[in-house]
């Protein structure tokens, strides 16, 4: 095991959660914030980015006082998001058990980052696909909300 890493261990939640299947888009950020902070605008079913952990946690207690008697919303913890990203997977990485497919995959990243982006670049305008790839893949946080017992 390398330096820095952890060993494998079972995480067990105690109480069943909601989590949002799809993002926080910039209409629903809007509605609740009034004010877009996304980089990547023009179509508002895009999902809200370039937020920070204050923003989120200022939308959450926005959106708690919207809904008080529907539902409590929250981030997830780290052992909630780890078990739905992984869904049942026992791998390492998201992509397997090698360390050897770690810089293959960052260079297949890198390059769709770069090939998601050029269009803005060469003067064209960039497709809502190009515009959710490039803020899927330069890595900005996007905020999927789970509801339910605080």
């Known amino acids: 095991m390398q330096q820095g890493s952890k060993e494998k261990h079972t995480v067990g939640l105690s109480k069943a959660f909601y989590l949002g299947k799809y993002e926080v888009t910039q209409a629903q950020w809007e509605a609740v914030m009034e004010d877009n902070p996304s980089q990547f605008k023009g179509d508002a079913a895009l999902p809200v980015e370039n937020v920070s ?45 090698s360390m050897g497919d770690l810089d293959r995959y960052a260079r297949k990243y890198k390059a769709t980052f770069h090939a998601s982006t050029s269009a803005g670049a060469t003067g064209g305008s960039p497709s809502r696909a190009s515009l959710a790839q490039s803020a899927q893949a330069a890595g900005r946080r996007r905020l999927a909300l789970r509801a339910g017992a605080g």
């Open 53 to 97: 952990w204050e923003d989120v946690q200022e939308f959450i207690s926005r959106l708690n006082a919207r809904e008080r008697d529907t539902a409590i919303y929250r981030l997830p913890t780290e052992a909630e998001w780890e078990y739905a990203a992984r869904a049942g997977s026992t791998t390492v990485y998201s992509f397997g058990d």
